[in-house]
């Protein structure tokens, strides 16, 4: 495994309810921002064979430690099949919960709020690439007032990397499609750089700024291709994303393209009335990137840190922004670790902690009161190691004191024959006004 990466990197307004209580820091700025304990974790399972029912499912872990079924799995609910279950996203109103697959491009529609410890699919959108016009694998789900903005990674033309933005009513309408600016149709966008790819993967949004910004990875043809397969073709290797995009977010228009280089994915903005900047990290070159605005109003990318030692090969995947601005943890995948880096001068983040997880690690998901963080495993299902390896699919919770992490609890899901764990979403009981039973009976 760790020759093929060697290969690899060589080769190239919110709706506030009642007193809330928790919230990760990642979430969209349009939805209430809450702070203290969080009741459950709704956490996205790839569905994987010979495992349990071997479907994709939302599986939901009580968190709270005032909770006799405390760091239990309460709830499953699995969808049919495998689509490549991926990432989630809540809508503004924090009623529903959007679930979607990278191979099959269905979405999944959960009801969070008529019983938060036990979410009911109430809808399933089979048509997203007929109505977007062609855009295949719905990564993320970003709540703005009302809407749902969905990016994909890929077409149904020739299943690479160019895509599009796909927006949609809360109830599941599509509204429209907003393709990503290319050499051949810029769109008016201004080519800062060498790139303007086409690629798509993550999406944030700076209201006060009238920004949206999106990164770029790869298409259909290379996240669902084994990796040794894919990293043997050096055809393959040249198709990933190197560009994030500046969009104007009222009218949803692309602004300018910024060279990124290696794959630029999870984006985090600053909190701050006065931060007019954001993070990326990029897979494939091992770097943290800063998009910031300059006092001119124009928009830049550098890179401002390394992630671990590159040659080795760490592959840099999720990162969380601390609800103060001042940390960054950056999780790598291939060496299993998570590491935190001192953000309080932007320009020049300092690690100052790195840690073991797991034989792999991916996505991080970060208490508002920074003082939990949950950890996954899964990558991708033809990209994740193998079954055999110890300490691989996990859910895990870390406490933080500032200082140091303390383990808490893992739930291994191969054990649990739950399948693969990826992106984490939170709820609580006080969202909606309500008080918890007296008695959450575990599964």
């Known amino acids: 495994m760790k020759r093929l990466l060697a290969a690899l990197f060589v080769t190239f307004g919110s709706i506030v309810w009642a007193p809330v209580q928790a919230d990760e820091t990642c979430m969209s700025p349009y939805m209430a921002k809450i702070v203290g304990q ?17 479907q994709d499912k939302l599986v939901t872990v009580d968190v709270n430690p005032d909770s006799p079924a ?26 529903h919960l959007w679930a979607s697959g990278l191979d099959t491009s269905r979405i999944f529609i959960f009801d969070v709020h008529t019983d ?24 993320t789900s970003y709540a703005l007032p009302g809407r749902m903005m969905i990016t994909g990674l890929s077409n149904n033309r020739d299943h690479g990397g160019r895509t599009g933005i796909v927006e949609y009513t809360n109830d599941g309408d599509y509204v429209a499609t907003h393709w990503m600016p290319t050499d051949d149709n810029l769109q008016g966008a201004d080519k800062s750089g060498n790139f303007a790819d086409g690629y798509g993967y993550d999406v944030r949004v700076l209201p006060r700024r009238n920004v949206l910004v999106t990164s770029s990875f790869t298409g259909w043809n290379n996240y669902m291709m084994n990796l040794g397969r894919m990293m043997a073709d050096a055809e393959a290797m040249k198709r990933f994303g190197n560009t ?14 910024l060279d990124v280089p290696g794959a630029p994915l999870e984006i985090r903005c600053a909190w701050g009335s006065r931060s007019n900047y954001c993070f990326t990290s990029t897979a494939l070159t091992s770097k943290i990137w800063l998009i910031h605005e300059d006092a001119a109003g124009e928009w830049h990318a550098k890179d401002v840190a390394d992630i ?19 940390l960054l943890w950056v999780n790598t ?31 991080a998901s970060q208490s508002w009161d920074g003082e939990r963080i949950y950890f996954t495993s899964s ?12 300490d691989l699919q996990y859910f ?11 383990h808490r609890f893992t739930i291994d899901f191969l054990e649990a024959k739950l399948g693969a764990p990826h992106q984490m979403r939170f709820g609580a009981y006080a969202l909606y006004g309500m008080k918890p039973p007296a008695k959450v009976a575990a599964r």
Do not use: C
């Not at 009741?39 to 996205?44: A, H, Q, R």
């Not at 938060?116 to 016009?133: E, H, M, N, Q, Y």
């Not at 040659?311 to 001042?326: G, N, Q, T, W």
């Not at 895990?396 to 303390?406: I, P, R, S």
């Open 308 to 326: 671990g030692d590159a040659a080795k090969i760490p592959l840099p995947v999720d990162i969380s922004i601390s609800a103060d601005d001042s």
């Open 70 to 95: 405390y760091g239990q799995v309460v709830d499953s609910v699995s969808v049919g099949g495998r689509n490549e279950a991926h990432h989630s996203g809540l809508t503004d109103d924090r009623l």
């Open 116 to 139: 938060p410890a036990a979410p009911r699919l109430v809808k399933t959108i089979d048509d997203f690439v007929a109505k977007s016009g062609g855009v295949v694998g719905p990564h």
């Open 244 to 257: 994030v995009i500046v969009w104007d977010l009222h009218a949803r228009k692309p602004k300018k393209i």
């Open 38 to 54: 969080e009741d459950f974790v709704y956490i996205w399972t790839l569905g994987m064979e010979g495992v349990g029912d071997e």
């Open 396 to 406: 895990k919770l870390y406490g933080w004191d500032g200082e140091k992490l303390t």
């Open 379 to 390: 990558l991708l299902a033809n990209w994740d190691k193998a079954e055999g390896e110890s």
């Open 333 to 363: 995948w291939n060496d299993g670790k998570t590491r935190l880096f001192d953000i309080s001068d932007p320009h020049a983040p300092t690690q100052i902690l790195e840690e073991q997880i797991g034989e792999q690690v991916n996505m």
